[in-house]
């Protein structure tokens, strides 16, 4: 066993702290991972805060946009050596016998996937923690290699935000020339618009006010609207093909269903705390459809990770110390983010 300076929220009302975890020697088929860079994604805040429905698992050390150095490899082990940059995301386990999980799609397994954090291990039953952390064991099979050449700092989001937004866009089949629109520049949102424009796609950014225009346009983005305006629903009315809703906070989902063409499809990546109601008539007028989506499974996002390094695409970070985690918090709810907070995680290790 390791002791692992790690960050915790002890409750839902509590700021994060420091904490000591434990991390195993690697079993088998484990790797045992120095981390460097840990996202800060939106969804650390929701369960930190226990926003989904009172299930939260406390003391409760967040992070699953990890990337690091793998350290140490188990007995029988093959896919990693020592040294390698490698990445784990939202999930480090899953039944591996349901449909889902032999498709692939392990995030959607029937038995539930084990989250990296706020989760219980499906074996011993003890809680799960995250990447806001100096070190994680994991299952090779739940690892993912970063491209050569790939900023680590950068490459962090990938794991969530990156794959989050991938893979409705491929599923969905977005081609070349399709209208695009983006709901809410944030984590998910900015890495939605690099990876939609490098699929061919017109990609439209509709944020709360005019304060992102600039950086839309400069993240690739062809079109910008304030949706504040209400002008902004009558211009943009029946304008996409397909919508990407990252919004973390309650918004009118009938207002954006109103942009969809005919046959178009909106898909709900954000989980705001409270349920809203969608109009039955948004959705029949136009023949229009509603859909959601799960991150994305281990070989999507190595898919993923791979379609990025080919694009040159990572995510635009502010690196911040551990010490700065309760504040990003704060700026994030206010959605001043630009795009996503990476704690260099450097910041936790005890002094030399
Ligand atoms: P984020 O960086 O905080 O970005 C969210 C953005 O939503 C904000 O920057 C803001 O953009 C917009 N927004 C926030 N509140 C709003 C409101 N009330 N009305 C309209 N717009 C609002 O968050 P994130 O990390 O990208 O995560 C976004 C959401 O996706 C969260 O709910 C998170 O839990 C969820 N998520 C889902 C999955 C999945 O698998 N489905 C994976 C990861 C995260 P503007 O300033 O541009 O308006
Ligand atoms: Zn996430
Ligand atoms: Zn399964």
Same mark, same amino acid.
């Given at each position: 066993?390791?002791?692992?300076?790690?960050?915790?929220?002890?409750?839902?009302t509590?700021?994060?702290?420091?904490?000591?975890? =434990? $991390?195993?020697?690697?079993?088998?088929?484990?790797?045992?991972i120095?981390?460097l860079?840990?996202?800060?994604?939106?969804?650390?805040?929701?369960?930190?805060?226990?926003?989904?429905?009172?299930?939260? !698992?406390?003391p409760?050390?967040?992070?699953?946009?990890?990337v690091?150095?793998?350290?140490?490899?188990g =007995?029988?082990?093959?896919?990693?050596?020592?040294?390698?940059?490698?990445?784990?995301?939202?999930?480090?386990?899953?039944?591996?016998v349901?449909p889902?999980?032999?498709s692939?799609e392990?995030?959607?397994?029937?038995?539930? /996937?084990?989250?990296?954090?706020?989760?219980? =291990?499906?074996?011993?039953?003890a809680?799960t923690?995250?990447?806001?952390?100096?070190?994680?064991?994991?299952?090779?099979?739940?690892?993912? $290699?970063?491209?050569e050449?790939m900023?680590?700092? $950068?490459?962090a989001?990938?794991?969530?935000?990156?794959?989050? @937004?991938y893979?409705p866009?491929?599923?969905?089949g977005?081609?070349?020339?399709?209208?695009?629109?983006?709901?809410?520049?944030?984590?998910?949102?900015?890495?939605?618009?690099?990876i939609?424009?490098?699929?061919?796609?017109?990609?439209?950014?509709?944020?709360?006010? =005019?304060?992102k225009?600039?950086?839309a346009?400069?993240?690739?983005?062809?079109d910008?609207?304030? @949706?504040?305006?209400?002008?902004?629903?009558?211009?943009?009315?029946?304008?996409?093909d397909? !919508?990407?809703?990252?919004?973390?906070?309650?918004?009118?989902?009938?207002?954006?269903?109103?942009?969809?063409?005919?046959?178009?499809? /909106?898909?709900?990546?954000?989980?705001?705390?409270?349920?809203?109601?969608?109009?039955?008539?948004?959705?029949?007028?136009?023949?229009?459809?509603?859909?959601?989506?799960?991150?994305?499974?281990i070989?999507?996002?190595?898919?993923?990770?791979?379609?990025c390094?080919?694009?040159?695409?990572?995510?635009?970070?502010?690196?911040?110390?551990?010490?700065?985690?309760?504040?990003?918090?704060?700026? /994030?709810?206010?959605?001043?983010?630009?795009?996503r907070?990476?704690i260099?995680?450097?910041?936790?290790?005890?002094?030399?």
């Amino acid at each position: 066993m390791h002791q692992t300076p790690a960050y915790a929220a002890s409750s839902a009302t509590t700021p994060l702290a420091p904490f000591t975890i =434990e $991390r195993r020697a690697p079993r088998a088929h484990e790797v045992l991972i120095d981390i460097l860079y840990c996202g800060v994604c939106h969804s650390d805040i929701h369960q930190a805060r226990d926003e989904w429905g009172g299930n939260g !698992i406390f003391p409760m050390v967040p992070g699953h946009e990890i990337v690091g150095r793998v350290v140490e490899v188990g =007995e029988h082990a093959g896919k990693f050596k020592v040294g390698d940059a490698v990445g784990v995301g939202c999930f480090v386990d899953s039944c591996r016998v349901c449909p889902q999980c032999v498709s692939g799609e392990e995030q959607y397994c029937d038995e539930g /996937m084990t989250g990296t954090y706020n989760s219980l =291990e499906r074996d011993t039953r003890a809680p799960t923690h995250g990447g806001y952390s100096t070190r994680i064991t994991v299952h090779e099979d739940y690892v993912l $290699r970063i491209p050569e050449g790939m900023p680590l700092d $950068r490459a962090a989001p990938l794991l969530c935000a990156g794959i989050t @937004t991938y893979s409705p866009l491929r599923h969905y089949g977005v081609k070349p020339g399709d209208e695009v629109a983006v709901v809410g520049l944030g984590g998910l949102g900015h890495m939605a618009v690099k990876i939609a424009v490098a699929m061919g796609a017109r990609v439209t950014v509709l944020s709360t006010s =005019e304060t992102k225009r600039a950086d839309a346009l400069a993240l690739g983005a062809h079109d910008f609207a304030a @949706t504040r305006d209400p002008a902004t629903f009558k211009a943009l009315a029946r304008r996409f093909d397909f !919508i990407i809703d990252s919004v973390s906070g309650n918004h009118d989902y009938n207002a954006y269903l109103s942009l969809l063409k005919f046959d178009g499809t /909106m898909v709900l990546l954000g989980i705001p705390d409270t349920p809203a109601p969608v109009a039955a008539g948004a959705l029949i007028m136009q023949r229009r459809k509603l859909g959601g989506s799960l991150i994305g499974g281990i070989a999507e996002t190595q898919e993923m990770l791979d379609f990025c390094a080919q694009h040159g695409i990572a995510s635009d970070i502010e690196l911040i110390d551990i010490g700065q985690i309760n504040d990003a918090y704060e700026r /994030m709810v206010k959605g001043d983010v630009r795009y996503r907070f990476v704690i260099d995680i450097a910041s936790l290790r005890p002094a030399a």
